[in-house]
């Protein structure tokens, strides 16, 4: 059971024999995992590593606690297939806070020696500008500037990490000159990103992924949309996905024509509940 995928997959009837399957961040104990699961038709999930019983005593995940937990999920026909990293405080990614990068490091370390190929990460979200608008700046800290070698760094060690284990770091990082002037520094074929629409939010185009990050990259996909409503990264409205500034429907199809074999998971739906958004996805895979 472990590492497959479960019998009575929500999946079947893909469009052109798609191998584009849709998953959910989950957390929590198993029955609402499980609860969530069943009312979005899914059994596949991205794991909120802080929801396994013994990280907040550690403050990191190890393989011992998380085998029995994966394994109750998986005798409910509960797919863990990916694992969601605690985000990294902005003294961890400059450097000064050893012990939380420790955390990080053993938690990504502990995700690829338990089988789990994918880690969705939000590396820089520390750095982001949410109130105050900054024309070509999404980021507090941008390439060349102070400080920038520090993140570098980070990255050096994070990616170091996943390369050691074969683990997929998918990047959950908007800013497309960003993300390629990190790949430049840090090469490896385990640092890649997470396409999320979100990345309209601060100027950038959703509809072109394969040509923005390449498909040897995009390691995990989300879904969402919104409707911006002034030029600060929070002003938006959070918006059903067949409606919005973002064109799923072409996102979705960029991603099937290009044969991307991997997970796509819906989130920040404003009115939208899991179950029509996971519906709407499957009639377009």
Same mark, same amino acid.
């Given at each position: 059971?472990?590492?497959?995928?479960?019998?009575?997959?929500?999946?079947?009837?893909?469009?052109?024999?798609?191998?584009?399957?849709?998953?959910?961040?989950?957390?929590?104990? *198993?029955?609402?995992?499980?609860?969530?699961?069943?009312?979005?038709?899914?059994?596949?999930?991205?794991?909120?590593?802080?929801?396994?019983?013994?990280?907040?005593?550690?403050?990191?995940?190890?393989?011992?606690?998380?085998?029995?937990?994966?394994?109750?999920?998986?005798?409910?026909?509960?797919?863990?297939?990916?694992?969601?990293?605690?985000?990294?405080?902005?003294?961890?990614?400059?450097?000064?806070?050893?012990?939380?990068?420790?955390?990080?490091?053993?938690?990504?370390?502990?995700?690829?020696?338990?089988?789990?190929?994918?880690?969705?990460?939000?590396?820089?979200?520390?750095?982001?500008?949410?109130?105050?608008?900054?024309?070509?700046?999404?980021?507090?800290? $941008?390439?060349?500037?102070?400080?920038?070698?520090?993140?570098?760094?980070?990255?050096?060690?994070?990616?170091? *990490?996943?390369?050691?284990?074969?683990?997929?770091?998918?990047?959950?990082?908007?800013?497309?000159?960003?993300?390629?002037?990190?790949? &430049?520094?840090?090469?490896?074929?385990?640092?890649?990103?997470?396409?999320?629409?979100? $990345?309209?939010?601060?100027?950038?185009?959703?509809?072109?992924?394969?040509?923005?990050?390449?498909? &040897?990259?995009?390691?995990?996909?989300?879904?969402?949309?919104?409707?911006?409503?002034?030029?600060?990264?929070?002003?938006?409205? &959070?918006?059903?996905?067949?409606?919005?500034?973002?064109?799923?429907?072409?996102? *979705?199809?960029?991603?099937?024509?290009?044969?991307?074999?991997?997970?796509?998971?819906? &989130?920040?739906?404003?009115?939208?509940?899991?179950?029509?958004?996971?519906?709407?996805?499957?009639?377009?895979?």
């Amino acid at each position: 059971m472990l590492g497959k995928h479960p019998k009575g997959a929500y999946g079947e009837g893909r469009k052109g024999g798609s191998t584009l399957r849709i998953a959910i961040h989950a957390g929590g104990n *198993v029955d609402q995992i499980v609860e969530r699961c069943r009312e979005a038709a899914v059994d596949e999930i991205f794991l909120d590593a802080a929801s396994v019983p013994g990280f907040a005593a550690r403050g990191h995940l190890t393989p011992e606690d998380f085998q029995p937990f994966r394994e109750i999920l998986a005798e409910r026909n509960i797919l863990v297939s990916g694992m969601i990293i605690p985000k990294p405080s902005r003294e961890a990614v400059l450097g000064q806070d050893e012990k939380g990068c420790a955390n990080i490091c053993q938690t990504l370390r502990a995700t690829g020696q338990s089988g789990i190929d994918t880690a969705l990460f939000y590396p820089l979200d520390s750095f982001l500008h949410f109130h105050e608008y900054h024309p070509g700046r999404p980021l507090i800290i $941008m390439p060349g500037e102070d400080g920038w070698n520090a993140v570098i760094e980070f990255f050096r060690q994070v990616v170091g *990490v996943t390369d050691e284990v074969d683990l997929k770091l998918a990047n959950h990082l908007w800013a497309v000159d960003v993300v390629h002037a990190i790949w &430049e520094a840090v090469d490896s074929p385990n640092n890649g990103v997470t396409y999320c629409q979100g $990345m309209s939010l601060i100027g950038e185009d959703p509809h072109t992924p394969i040509d923005t990050w390449s498909i &040897e990259r995009i390691f995990f996909a989300h879904a969402r949309n919104q409707v911006r409503r002034g030029p600060c990264l929070m002003d938006h409205d &959070e918006v059903p996905l067949d409606r919005g500034d973002v064109d799923m429907a072409r996102c *979705v199809q960029a991603l099937t024509a290009a044969k991307y074999d991997g997970l796509i998971a819906p &989130e920040h739906l404003g009115p939208q509940s899991m179950a029509d958004a996971t519906a709407y996805l499957r009639k377009l895979i």
